[in-house]
């Protein structure tokens, strides 16, 4: 997911930008805090429904709270309905990588209502016009998957898709401006200058994570 940051403006530059990023659903930690570690302007939010999961996060996974990176114990869908009127256009980022409690839906992340129309034009009123809006789709079924691609199109007609091989589930890359629109080399290009922004003197950097390949098998939805 944090491949799709490219997308933002001047990749170069954003470890050293203050850009504002919202994560619904925090897992073991690893996203927000590599987010934390290597943009070292950056301010993170992330919502997690389940308090349970922020104790084993901290206790197992050495995820901690620190003074740009906060954690609101809530539901995802309640926290951003309330910020629609206290911060439009603040986010510069949103990831959703929440699971559905009932997978018989043939869609188990997100759960539907992250996805339906209502709920998706306030994640756009909450981006920055040049933000980028990042969720992990998993979707068995072939028609409710169109369903929901068609909803974010949308609300965001520049939409990227990336299978993860091997797995069913896909990442989104959602944007409002289809202007901006990227044929797949350019965002490996993209890709490529973040990460040489991100490797610093003195961060350790794992050599098998590299952004391009994150977005080798990038389509246009």
């Known amino acids: 997911m944090v491949a799709g940051l490219c997308l933002l403006k001047d990749p170069e530059h954003l470890p050293e930008v203050p850009i504002r990023v919202l994560v619904i659903g925090l897992g073991g930690g690893s996203l927000p805090l590599f987010i934390h570690d290597y943009f070292s302007q950056c301010t993170i939010e992330v919502v997690e429904i389940d308090p349970a999961i922020l104790e084993v996060a901290t206790r197992w996974f050495g995820f901690s709270v620190e003074d740009r990176l906060k954690v609101y114990i809530a539901d995802g869908l309640v926290h951003v309905s309330s910020r629609v009127a206290e911060?439009?256009?603040?986010?510069?980022?949103?990831?959703?990588?929440?699971?559905?409690?009932?997978a018989a839906m043939g869609m188990?992340?997100?759960?539907?209502?992250?996805?339906?129309?209502?709920?998706?034009?306030?994640?756009?009123?909450?981006?920055?016009?040049?933000?980028?809006?990042?969720?992990?789709?998993?979707?068995?079924?072939?028609q409710l998957r169109d369903t929901v691609l068609?909803?974010?199109?949308?609300?965001?007609?520049?939409?990227?898709?990336?299978q993860?091989?091997?797995?069913?589930?896909?990442?989104?890359?959602?944007?409002?401006?289809?202007?901006?629109?990227?044929?797949?080399?350019?965002?490996?290009?993209?890709?490529?200058?973040?990460?040489?922004?991100?490797?610093?003197?003195?961060?350790?950097?794992?050599?098998?994570?590299?952004?391009?390949d994150m977005l080798e098998a990038v389509q246009l939805v």
């Not at 911060?87 to 009932?102: T, W």
């Not at 209502?118 to 789709?137: H, S």
């Not at 068609?150 to 990336?162: D, T």
């Open 87 to 102: 911060a439009p256009s603040s986010y510069d980022a949103i990831m959703f990588d929440v699971d559905s409690k009932d």
């Open 108 to 142: 188990s992340c997100p759960p539907p209502a992250f996805v339906e129309k209502p709920f998706l034009q306030k994640v756009r009123t909450l981006l920055k016009t040049e933000g980028v809006f990042i969720l992990n789709l998993v979707c068995r079924d072939v």
């Open 150 to 162: 068609a909803a974010l199109k949308e609300e965001f007609p520049l939409l990227y898709a990336r």
């Open 164 to 212: 993860i091989e091997g797995e069913v589930n896909e990442i989104l890359f959602c944007q409002q401006q289809s202007r901006h629109k990227q044929p797949p080399a350019e965002l490996r290009a993209s890709a490529q200058v973040l990460e040489k922004a991100l490797r610093q003197p003195g961060c350790t950097w794992d050599s098998t994570y590299v952004l391009a």
